[in-house]
């Protein structure tokens, strides 16, 4: 639910901030010009679209940055957990289906000696 709560928020947030998106690029030509297409519009639209990152750094200037440095940090988190959680599954899926691994059960390969033979 959380999930859902979010994207309409994001959604809102660049959709209402188009304009100022739009003036930005106007008095910034140099950015503008580091944009995909023909008129402010056109750029504006290709940077929500394909560059989200860049068009709320726009909006919200810092804010915006560390809003996606948190959310960039948030995901390596979650990578990393993904992975551990997956490695973790497989090895425990692998013993259950084939039982412990023979290098966990092994025997003493030094002679048994008696106190008798010294």
């Known amino acids: 639910m959380i999930d859902l ?3 309409v928020l994001g959604a809102l947030i660049v959709h209402a901030g188009s304009n100022l998106v739009a ?8 950015l503008a010009a580091s944009q995909q297409g023909q ?6 639209a290709w940077m929500v679209s394909r560059n989200s990152k860049a068009s709320f ?4 200037g810092l804010l915006g940055f560390l809003l996606m440095y948190a959310a ?10 993904a992975g551990v ?5 497989s090895s425990v899926t692998r013993a259950i289906l084939t039982g412990p691994s023979r ?7 030094r002679p048994e000696t008696s106190l008798l033979d010294a």
């Open 5 to 7: 709560v979010v994207v």
């Open 23 to 30: 003036t930005y690029l106007e008095k910034h030509p140099a």
């Open 39 to 44: 008129t402010v519009a056109d750029k504006v």
């Open 57 to 60: 750094m726009v909006i919200a």
């Open 72 to 81: 960039h940090a948030k995901a390596q988190v979650l990578n990393t957990y």
């Open 85 to 89: 959680v997956s490695v973790l599954a």
């Open 103 to 109: 290098g966990t059960r092994h025997r003493s390969r």
